[in-house]
């Protein structure tokens, strides 16, 4: 935690208490998966629900991680997430963007990230039974969420499993169902 110092518009004092990454071996410090998949003839959103600690709920998330000092890459960490986090493959002729530099919470930490758009091919043999890899101290559950109707897939999964969600997929399905109904 850190706490700055500083002079606030008017001339007064301001003090801010934020946190910051010390360590940052790319250009983001992570990255953010929007990765789809073509499962039971739907189009699906694959996505990771998991426990987290500051507010003891599972959390629906998009699978993520950090940029770390062997992958130096965007795409390549975004690739072994996913494997990692859900256990479904990609390669790089599945990306389809690279996004922009995006700051996740910039009011209190200086951490930002890349969302990368993958496309998963569903008929490879390896991503017909996905099997996760995990550290031992992680314990994900993947969930995967037809993009027809997201919006109400995501209420009942939340309501059926007691699940928070996290506010990029919730904007994620704010945007779909804008572009669907205008």
């Known amino acids: 935690m850190n706490v700055t110092k500083f002079t606030t518009s008017n001339g007064g004092p301001g003090i801010w208490e934020h946190c910051s990454r ?10 953010s998966i929007l990765a789809t998949i073509k499962h039971d003839n739907c189009m699906k959103l694959i996505t990771v629900a998991v ?3 500051p507010i003891n709920q599972w959390v629906l998330e998009l699978p993520a991680g950090m940029i770390d000092a ?3 890459d965007p795409v390549t960490s975004a690739l072994r997430e ?7 493959t990609a390669f790089r002729e599945n990306v389809q963007d690279v996004g922009l530099i995006a700051y996740n919470d910039p009011w209190k930490s200086n951490e930002c990230s ?4 993958i496309k998963v091919d569903g008929d490879l043999d390896e991503n017909k039974k996905p099997i996760q890899d995990l550290d031992p101290e992680e314990h994900i559950n ?3 969420i037809p993009l027809d ?3 109400q897939h995501l209420k009942v999964l939340m309501k059926e499993k007691n699940y928070a969600i996290d506010s990029r997929i919730y904007l994620f399905s704010l945007g779909l169902a804008f572009t669907i109904n205008n």
């Open 70 to 72: 062997k992958d130096l």
């Open 22 to 31: 010390p360590i940052r071996v790319a250009d983001s410090d992570g990255v």
């Open 114 to 117: 890349r969302l990368i758009k």
């Open 51 to 53: 426990y987290r600690i």
């Open 142 to 144: 993947v969930e995967l």
């Open 82 to 88: 996913l494997k990692e986090e859900t256990g479904y």
């Open 149 to 151: 109707n997201i919006q």
